[in-house]
């Protein structure tokens, strides 16, 4: 049975509304466990339990916030070289579109890799013109269907992930699951 870690930061409450939509996406793939906790509340065990994490933060100054770079800073002694291979992804609020929300997701991908996490975007568009190939960016709280869509897609990605290659379930290889007319 494979877990998921939702690891988020939220000073006004957006990244903590689109990190309970990823949490439920990653809950939509059967036999997966998922775990929400902010930044302040999780731990190194959180990371340890895991297989797949989702981390998120609001943009700050088309970066990412310095409690969660303090966070992963001070992680540094017990985590490093302890979790390569889990796989991870960003997510993101911004004030608006143009704000640099990408940017931040960039910033988060990074420091996921310099802890040998597999990361990864996504190709596909939820609604037109909506896609989240750096993970979810969003102006604001996620308010739309097409926004809380990017996040539900972020979170039921990172598990089918998980779901294949943690606990070999092989219909839930998004090419199955997500795209199953290209076989
Ligand atoms: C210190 C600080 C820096 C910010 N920098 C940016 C920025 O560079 N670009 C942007 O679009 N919004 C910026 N914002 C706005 C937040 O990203 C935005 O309000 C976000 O939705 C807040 O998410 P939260 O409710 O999860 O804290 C900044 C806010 C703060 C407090």
């Known amino acids: 049975m494979g877990n998921v870690l939702v690891q988020y930061y939220s000073q006004t409450g957006r990244t903590a509304e689109m990190a309970e ?7 939509s793939v059967p036999g997966i ?23 998120g933060a609001p943009t700050h ?12 800073d001070e ?22 579109l143009g704000g640099g929300p990408e940017i ?19 190709t596909d ?8 190939h750096y993970g979810a ?7 739309t269907q097409a926004e809380k869509d990017i996040c539900e897609r972020l979170g039921r990605r990172l598990a089918e992930w998980v779901s294949f290659y943690v606990d070999g379930v092989e219909q839930y290889h998004p090419r199955h699951a997500t795209y199953p007319r290209r076989g």
């Open 75 to 96: 992680a540094t002694d017990d985590a490093w070289m302890q979790i390569d291979g889990k796989f991870g992804c960003a997510f993101s609020s911004a004030g608006g």
């Open 104 to 122: 931040a997701c960039l910033g988060l991908l990074t420091m996921l890799m310099n802890y040998g996490l597999l990361v990864f975007g996504i």
């Open 33 to 55: 466990e998922v775990r929400l906790r902010t930044i302040e509340e999780s731990t190194i065990d959180d990371l340890f339990w895991c297989d797949g994490l989702a981390l």
């Open 125 to 132: 568009y939820v609604a037109p013109l909506r896609t989240l």
């Open 61 to 72: 100054l088309g970066s990412i916030p310095w409690r969660v770079k303090q966070w992963w």
């Open 21 to 27: 939509l990823v949490a439920k996406g990653a809950a």
């Open 137 to 143: 960016a969003l102006p604001g709280r996620p308010k």
